[in-house]
Nanobody, 122 residues
């Protein structure tokens, strides 16, 4: 069973930056893509960004493209989300996810972390 543990959430003012990390363990060779999603109460979980372990494929939501960057560290089995120019509407619980193929829907991913809260104050 692949295990994912997020860290790095917190409170930041609008315009600020945060860095989220996702540490993967277990049979990660069974996954090819790592992704970040976010969710606010009462809304569906939405795609933020994704990257592949094996090459330089990256994908971003239109809502975060140009502000967020996703990086992978194959040696440490870690994926990091760099969030810049944060807005109050970026406030959400951010989840790390993994699966064999890329997808932009939460149903596309079988493995999930527990989530980390990001709050952006205005």
């Amino acid at each position: 069973q692949v295990q994912l543990v997020e860290s790095g959430g917190g409170l930041v003012q609008a315009g600020g930056s945060l860095r989220l990390s996702c540490a993967a363990s277990g049979p990660i060779f069974s996954t090819n893509f790592m992704a970040w999603f976010r969710q606010v109460p009462g809304k569906e979980r939405e795609f933020v960004a994704a990257t592949s372990w094996g090459d330089s494929e990256t994908y971003y939501s239109d809502l975060v493209r140009g502000r967020f960057s996703i990086f992978r560290d194959n040696a440490k089995n870690t994926v990091t989300l760099h969030m810049n120019s944060l807005k109050p509407e970026d406030t959400a619980v951010y989840y790390c996810a993994a699966d064999t193929q890329y997808g932009s829907m939460s149903l596309d991913y079988h493995f999930w972390g527990q989530g980390t809260q990001v709050t952006v104050s205005s």
